[in-house]
């Protein structure tokens, strides 16, 4: 009983990324399935945004394959992501979340009445006439999750969506994240916040030195790491 | 010295009392001028915009090139499109030699290197910010186009001044196809040149005012845009 336009489940299989002969990522094999948010984890340098990238399509990868398992024809379509730093065009808030949804070829009634709805999600429906890129750091990343989530995307891919914002507008973003997760988006977030991962994690994908040390349930990880690593890791004592 | 304040008083005269000779040839200029500049943007800015999203082989040949014919000298722009135009040319049929319209052409060949040459540097900057997401939206390099060009619609314009800059102050493309002819083909530029040469220098002067003038509204025009890009795009 899947939605013909489900894209999950999401299979890696043998997931190598190098660059200039330096390997990123190496031998990386996990599924995805709906539900709760997937948080990668890892000290710096593991390869948690590259791993983003290989599952999301921004980057090729130099070996295995990435497999989109449900029935939908276009799976690029019912995917998105949000950057570290949020990449805003040289708009005003409104047409900025608009502007996928002109690309995606919405009709206008439809562009307006999501970028509305999303925008109030955020908390920016009063700011919906500023420019953009003179928003505070907190309001920008709120409002590239709207961008994201006015897609309706089946998946989410957040690169530490929080690494430069101050704790108030990080628990901002984590209200969004959880609402966007409660409607049923899947979320594939990576962090380097242990407390955030705790706060937020449906499972747990650890990475360390660009190999997969463990996928499992956050309840499992945290209470009985699965590796030495990964101990290591949760007592602050693993730090690339 | 006395004759050259006596010059200087008349020119003034001149372009207070707006003299029809000196206005005439100030909008003529600025329609030569004008017209190369949209002229040129219509090739030189989706040029640069291609040039600054698309990744091919001889692409960094071509960006060289294109510095390059920036410095094309103007009289050699004027030579090549008056052996275009001339009687026995691949063109001469069209009778387009000493005329405005050649003038056009001549200024637009000489800008539009350096429209294309100036719109790439700002675009590729706003493209390697803009790539990873316009791609996670599913637009290609292709679809990117408009959007670059909207989004750097500020710094393009003062682009496009730097392009009306230049157009406007060279003397020797126009001279050259153009033919300097009074009443049809005479612009700031030329007519300095004749004037001063001729020793009418309350006229040569007063043009130059003209000119001087013009040039730096433009470039207070480009940092006004700078400033008001900046206010409401940030």
Known sequence: M????????LRAEGLGFTANGVAILQDVTLALEAGPPTLVIGPNGAGKSVLLRLLHGLLPPSAGRVTWEGPARHPGRHQAMVFQRPVLLRRSVLANCRYPLALAGLPAAEQARRAAEALALVGLAALADRPARRLSGGEQQRLALARAAALRPEVLFLDEPCASLDPTATAAVEAIIATLAGRGCKI??????????????????????????AQASAARFFDHPPSAEAAAFLRGALLW | MNDLQGAF???????????????????????????AV???????????????????????????????????PPVVAGLLIYVLLSRSGPLGSLGLLFTPTAMVIAQALLIAPILAALSR??????????????????????????????????ALLTVLLAGFGRASAEVGAVMIVGGNIEGFTRLMTTAIALETSKGDLPLALALGLVLMAIVLGVNALAQ??????????G
């Open chain 2, 9 to 35: 008083v008349q020119a003034v005269g001149l372009v207070a009392t707006a003299d029809p000779a000196v206005a005439g040839i100030v909008l003529l200029s600025l329609r030569v001028s004008l017209a």
């Open chain 2, 38 to 72: 949209a002229v040129a943007a219509l090739v030189g800015l989706p040029l640069g915009a291609l040039l600054a999203v698309a990744r091919f082989p001889g692409r960094r040949a071509v960006i060289v090139a294109l510095n390059a014919l920036m410095g094309l």
């Open chain 2, 224 to 233: 006004g845009l700078r400033d008001a890009a900046q206010r409401s795009l």
């Open chain 2, 121 to 154: 540097q700002v675009l590729e900057a706003m493209w390697e910010e803009y790539a990873e997401q316009l791609r996670s939206f599913g637009a290609g390099p292709w679809r990117a186009v408009p959007t670059l060009l909207w989004d750097g619609r500020f």
């Open chain 1, 188 to 213: 594939v977030m990576t962090t380097h916040d242990l407390a955030q991962a705790r706060r937020l994690a449906g499972d747990i994908v650890f990475l360390h030195r660009g190999r997969l040390q």
């Open chain 1, 2 to 9: 899947r939605a013909p336009d489900a894209i999950l489940p």
